[in-house]
């Protein structure tokens, strides 16, 4: 494996299925990719925010350092939190990926985004700016807590989580 592909989903699963803490979490095949890259991994940092990508703007401009961010969106399609500009923004400072709770636009430029993107859809209708949302506190994302430093996992197959790096 190199330094930017990840494990398969798949072989984390066969070789983590028997563990019985909640460390070792899948998530439910209700994602999409929409990004340039098709399987990304790294530890978490989580935003929560209700149709106002604010606080997703200003941390796509920060240094990603191979992070993945995870948003939780209350699972809204009515309005977009990730777009061309932002998906180009967080390829650019090195972010490995963005999970969104929530939906996208641009599609054909987040495809030409040198970084992971899945969400639960795409919706042509932009957020609203409130400076509403918070950072780095653990959100519930389809049923499962996500904490900042977890680490995520996300091929075409599923979106896996861990407390630990695998």
């Given amino acids: 494996m190199t330094a930017t592909s990840s494990p398969s989903t798949c072989d ?9 803490d909640a460390g070792f979490r899948v998530l439910p095949g209700v994602f999409r990719s929409f990004g340039g890259r098709p ?15 604010s606080v997703l703007r ?22 977009a939190l990730l777009g061309g500009n932002l998906a180009l923004a967080a390829a650019k400072n090195g972010w490995a990926g963005v999970l969104l709770n929530g939906a996208v636009r641009d599609l054909a430029e987040l ?5 992971g ?5 795409h919706c042509p209708m932009p957020t609203a700016r409130r400076n509403e949302g918070t950072l780095d506190e653990p959100v519930r994302v389809q049923g499962e807590w996500v904490r900042p430093g977890d680490w995520l ?14």
């Fill in 58 to 79: 200003e941390l796509v401009q920060a240094p990603g350092e191979g992070r993945v961010i995870v948003v939780d969106g209350g699972a809204s399609l009515r309005k």
């Fill in 153 to 166: 996992y996300a091929d075409e197959d599923g979106v896996v989580l861990s407390d630990v790096k695998l």
């Fill in 39 to 53: 399987a990304f991994h790294g530890p978490v940092r989580t935003v929560r925010c209700f149709e106002d990508n």
């Fill in 12 to 20: 984390l699963c066969d070789s983590f299925r028997d563990r019985t």
């Fill in 117 to 121: 993107i899945f969400a639960l859809g």
């Fill in 111 to 115: 495809r030409a985004a040198d970084v």
